[in-house]
């Protein structure tokens, strides 16, 4: 059997119970090197087979979990973050599914959440909006034209950006294009490590105090009024709105 595990997004007491009790009983581990963690092999047990992806290619992968499969071991396959949200796991899954070889996904903490939990902030504010967009400026990776992030950006919801810090200019300049307005922007590298920093700004300025700070990779970019703005207070909690379990007053 394979596992394929979300790690969280860096601290590694964000993985969740049963992502560690699994990886706590795993024959083989594979993890995401240049990603995930080191602290979270100290969780394995003694003779772990530890293989670090950072330098393997798909095939490589593949090979570890079939052998892994013949000698009737249990694999880890370690993935930062939730897996399935960038993880390239699907490629993963589908190699597994023509060798017969069965699998199971245990979600992990994301780092667009991690990084809203960072600056303590809320994606989805009433009557701001109830909508989240996870996306990527393109890179060597493309995205489909209809989703490009100017594109994105003109529907004016809350957004955070994988992958994207690296082009900062590139994405302002999209962003600017979309939203047609200033709006608060926050970046948040390494959210949950030990060094994390977090830079608050708009997009008129975001860009500069980014470059400033030297952030290149591994970080979250997040859009939209929901960092800085008012806000309605939820009906759930109103004391008149009547709700199943509760009678509002009038």
């Given amino acids: 059997m394979v596992y394929f595990i979300g790690a969280g997004p860096g601290d590694v007491d964000l993985i969740t119970v049963k992502g560690r009790e699994t990886l706590k009983n795993a ?6 090197g240049s990603l995930v963690s080191p602290e979270h092999l100290k969780f394995c047990k003694e003779g772990v087979e530890i293989h670090n992806s950072a330098s393997m290619t798909l095939d490589d992968v593949i090979k570890v979990m079939k052998k892994a499969e013949l000698e009737g071991k249990n694999v880890v396959r370690l993935h930062t973050g939730d897996p399935s949200i960038y993880g390239a796991i699907k490629e993963q899954m589908d190699e597994l599914s023509k060798l017969s070889i069965e699998y199971k996904v245990i979600p992990g903490v994301s780092s667009f959440t991690a990084a809203a939990a960072s600056i303590n902030r809320e994606f989805t504010l009433p009557n701001v909006t109830q909508t989240v967009i996870l ?14 992030l100017e594109n994105l950006a003109s529907i004016g919801c809350s957004m955070a950006l994988f992958l994207s810090v690296g082009m900062i200019d590139k994405v302002v300049a999209k962003l600017r294009r979309g939203y047609k307005r200033n709006v608060p922007v926050a970046v948040i590298e390494r959210a949950t490590w030990g060094d994390e920093r977090s830079i608050l700004g708009t997009l008129d300025d975001i860009s500069e105090k980014v470059k400033e700070a030297g952030i ?11 960092i800085d703005t008012e806000y309605d207070k939820s009906l759930l909690y109103d004391p008149t709105f009547t709700h199943e379990y509760r009678k509002g007053i009038e």
């Fill in 27 to 32: 024959d083989v581990v594979i993890y995401a």
């Fill in 135 to 148: 996306t990527r400026v393109e890179g060597r990776t493309p995205v489909p034209e209809n989703e490009d």
């Fill in 216 to 226: 290149k990779k591994c970080a979250q970019i997040l859009v939209g009024d929901f």
